[in-house]
């Protein structure tokens, strides 16, 4: 099974839970080499490197791997900066949708390619900033919209040309603590943030990963394809808990 953005919080955690589950993983990083390795010694895992916006590193990666039955597509990157519309520029804009949308649909086909006639299951990251936007962010929500919208619905279909038992699901992460959300989550975030969530805490990577894992399962999700799993605390799009009362 590979894991991309294995390095990560969300990615690492997932790898260890299949790897406690008896899989063969894969861990894959773009940038945290180091990390990837501590997690690929601690679990006895395979460590591959590659940028999943370059089609030729793609392919690489899908090489050295070798022949999958599983993929969970985690890697991504939001980015750090509050920039309103009227002043986002062209180039983040693009970057952000490389980093998110474009790398995901080139892991997917490699993955569908590699797979040929066998029965496999692929697990898409999108993000509660897909569902109900991100103000200050509108390049990372559109990119992951995409991704649990039309990609993923297209891929449900497309799948089962390969197989008749192949699955395409997503997670949608709410806050999670994570390497890439470290310093933007501290106890003022988590109450304003908090206010629209049921459960007033923010996810953890293995909260996540569990819904990774269970997707991905033939024994625990083999009916379940073209859905979109909220890992978010029961998050709405209207305040729960009014702190000023």
Not at 108 to 115: E, I, K, M, P, S
Request: charged share 20%; glycine share 12%.
């Amino acid at each position: 099974m590979l894991v991309t953005g294995g390095s990560g919080g969300i990615g690492g955690a997932t790898a260890r839970l299949l790897a406690a589950e008896g899989a063969d993983v894969v861990v894959h990083y773009h940038h945290g080499r180091e990390r990837a390795e501590a997690i690929g010694a601690e679990i006895g895992a395979r460590v591959a490197g590659a940028d999943l916006t370059d089609e030729a590193q793609v392919a690489r990666l899908f090489d050295e791997a070798g022949e999958l039955d599983a993929c969970a597509a985690i890697a991504g990157v939001w980015p750090q900066a509050d920039e309103p519309v009227w002043r986002l520029s062209l180039e983040r804009w693009r970057a952000t949708l490389d980093a998110n949308l474009t790398a995901t649909f080139l892991t997917a086909r490699g993955f569908l390619a590699q797979l040929g006639d066998r029965e496999g299951a692929l697990v898409l990251c999108g993000s509660t900033a897909g569902l109900v936007g991100e103000a200050g962010h509108a390049d990372y929500a559109a990119a992951k919209a995409a991704i649990t919208g039309g990609l993923l619905r297209s891929l449900k279909n497309e799948a089962v040309r390969r197989n008749p038992h192949c699955r395409v699901n997503a997670v949608a992460p709410g806050w999670t603590e994570s390497p890439m959300t470290r310093g933007h989550v501290d106890p003022e975030m988590v109450r304003r943030i908090s206010r629209t969530m049921a459960l007033r805490k923010v996810g953890q990577p293995e909260d996540v990963a569990a819904a990774v894992v269970t997707l991905l399962s033939p024994a625990l999700s083999g009916h379940v394809t073209g859905q979109v799993v909220t890992v978010a605390g029961g998050m709405e799009g209207r305040v729960i808990h009014d702190d000023e009362a």
